[in-house]
């Protein structure tokens, strides 16, 4: 999204861009991982709490990118993604950051997950291709899947002196 927006410009200027991405669940591997090291030595690992949080994940976009605008996450359930839309156009319209990456990551199927929302019984076990079948008498539950898709959010000034390549209006 951002080599896009920037028309392929290696140096382009992402001072003023921010990042806003949202998960439901975070960085769950992560903390398994750290959990699981914890359990066997009794140690924990000096960089377990900053990878373990959820701010990591829009503050490692941010770092590789070099954007220098507001780093936030949120998390608000299935609707993550949308939520983290709507901050990054917030900050865009208050004019906190002219320019802004938002969406959702998940990666959170891993045997604890599911045995956690199996634990609800609210996971679809299904062998069905399309087991969610909303609204529809007898549907079962929920599939768990993983993906992420972010956007290049900017304010109509950058898309009218055209650094910004605009997919969508």
Same mark, same amino acid.
């Given at each position: 999204?951002?080599?896009?927006?920037?028309?392929?410009?290696?140096?382009?200027?992402?001072?003023?861009?921010?990042?806003?991405?949202?998960?439901?669940?975070?960085?769950?591997?992560?903390?398994?991982?750290?959990?699981?090291?914890?359990?066997?030595?009794?140690?924990?690992?000096?960089?377990?709490?900053?990878?373990?949080?959820?701010?990591?994940?829009?503050?490692?976009?941010?770092?590789?990118?070099?954007?220098?605008?507001?780093?936030?996450?949120?998390?608000?359930?299935?609707?993550?993604?949308?939520?983290?839309? @709507?901050?990054?156009?917030?900050?865009?319209?208050? &004019?906190?950051?002219?320019? %802004? #990456? /938002? $969406? =959702?990551? +998940?990666?959170?199927?891993?045997?604890?997950?599911?045995?956690?929302?199996?634990?609800?019984?609210?996971?679809?076990?299904?062998?069905?291709?399309?087991?969610?079948?909303?609204?529809?008498? @007898?549907?079962?539950?929920?599939?768990?899947?993983? &993906?992420?898709?972010?956007? %290049? #959010? /900017? $304010? =109509?000034? +950058?898309?009218?002196?055209?650094?910004?390549?605009?997919?969508?209006?």
């Amino acid at each position: 999204a951002a080599r896009e927006a920037a028309y392929g410009n290696a140096s382009a200027d992402f001072d003023s861009c921010g990042v806003v991405i949202g998960s439901s669940r975070g960085a769950t591997r992560s903390f398994e991982k750290f959990h699981s090291q914890f359990i066997s030595t009794g140690k924990s690992s000096a960089v377990m709490s900053p990878a373990t949080t959820g701010v990591a994940i829009p503050a490692a976009v941010a770092g590789a990118l070099g954007c220098k605008g507001p780093s936030l996450y949120v998390s608000s359930a299935c609707q993550t993604g949308l939520t983290a839309l @709507g901050v990054a156009c917030s900050l865009i319209q208050t &004019g906190q950051a002219r320019r %802004m #990456l /938002a $969406g =959702g990551a +998940e990666a959170s199927v891993t045997p604890f997950t599911l045995g956690g929302l199996d634990a609800l019984k609210i996971l679809s076990h299904s062998r069905d291709v399309y087991p969610l079948k909303s609204g529809e008498p @007898g549907r079962e539950g929920t599939v768990l899947s993983e &993906g992420a898709t972010v956007f %290049m #959010l /900017a $304010g =109509g000034e +950058e898309i009218e002196k055209g650094q910004v390549r605009p997919r969508a209006e």
